[in-house]
């Protein structure tokens, strides 16, 4: 059981948006801490996608946003294409001492 | 390039030992903390361990508290994840992650990773 809840999957035709939620609790998200977005192409290692809530490194498609909000983030993807069906997973920490870095259980993205 | 590279993953028995070494390059090592995360087959990812760029503040995942034990050389740009004491469920891809300074607390470069698998 992951820290960080997400949608096991979603699913969108190309050119829709779809929305991949994250929640967490007071100690991790609603404590103030970024939450980090990563794109794991099939057979790939994960790929910063987003970071400190909101921001795209350089290279990300501006297709790609996210947002945060008390305990919980978002991640959304504008204009689907059919690179984009991948897994994504949130990540923050944890006031937590045995476990400071938490991830999300990851969300499989299905281009349709 | 800025470049993670995992090495040291294999097959080993239950009970056995396993040190897995990532090696950088292309980038300032010293002022990175390093994480190791893994990837069990099918399944999420999961944070087993942190050091600070110093390497004077680890943390574990309870999962391998005991077992594991995270150390670095800066002189050499390595990160190593020494594991003793080994579970069938601690088979998994091992990535080494590293977190600088501009994309805030994320994991900004990932290796490839090395299969670790534990099975007799």
């Known amino acids: 059981q992951s820290v960080l809840t997400q949608p096991p999957s979603v699913s969108g035709a190309p050119g829709q948006r779809v929305t991949i939620s994250c929640t967490g609790s007071?100690?991790?998200?609603?404590?103030?801490?970024?939450v980090h977005w990563y794109q794991q192409l099939p057979g790939t290692a994960p790929k910063l996608l987003i970071y400190?809530?909101?921001n795209r490194p350089s290279g990300v498609p501006d297709r790609f946003s996210g947002s945060k909000s008390g305990t919980s983030a978002s991640l959304a993807i504008t204009g689907l294409q059919a690179e984009d069906e991948a897994d994504y997973y949130c990540?923050?920490?944890?006031?937590?001492?045995?476990?400071?870095?938490?991830f999300g259980g990851g969300t499989k993205l299905t281009v349709l | 390039q800025v470049q993670l590279v995992e090495s040291g993953g294999g097959l080993v028995k239950p009970g056995g030992s396993l040190r897995l070494s990532c090696a950088a390059s292309?980038?300032?090592?010293?002022?990175?903390?390093m994480s190791w995360i893994r990837q069990a087959p099918g399944k999420g990812l999961e944070w087993v361990s942190y050091?600070?760029?110093?390497?004077?503040?680890?943390y574990y995942a309870d999962s391998v508290k005991g077992r594991f034990t995270i150390s670095r050389d800066n002189a050499k740009n390595s990160l190593y994840l020494q594991m003793n004491s080994l579970r069938a469920e601690d088979t998994a891809v091992y990535y080494c992650?590293?977190?600088?300074?501009?994309?805030?607390?994320?994991?900004?470069?990932w290796g490839q990773g090395t299969m670790v698998t534990v099975s007799s």
């Open positions: 007071s100690s991790n998200i609603g404590a103030g801490y970024d």
């Open positions: 992650a590293a977190r600088g300074y501009s994309y805030g607390s994320a994991f900004d470069i």
């Open positions: 050091i600070s760029s110093s390497g004077s503040t680890i």
């Open positions: 292309g980038f300032t090592f010293s002022d990175y903390y």
């Open positions: 400190g809530n909101s």
């Open positions: 990540q923050s920490y944890d006031s937590s001492l045995s476990s400071p870095v938490v």
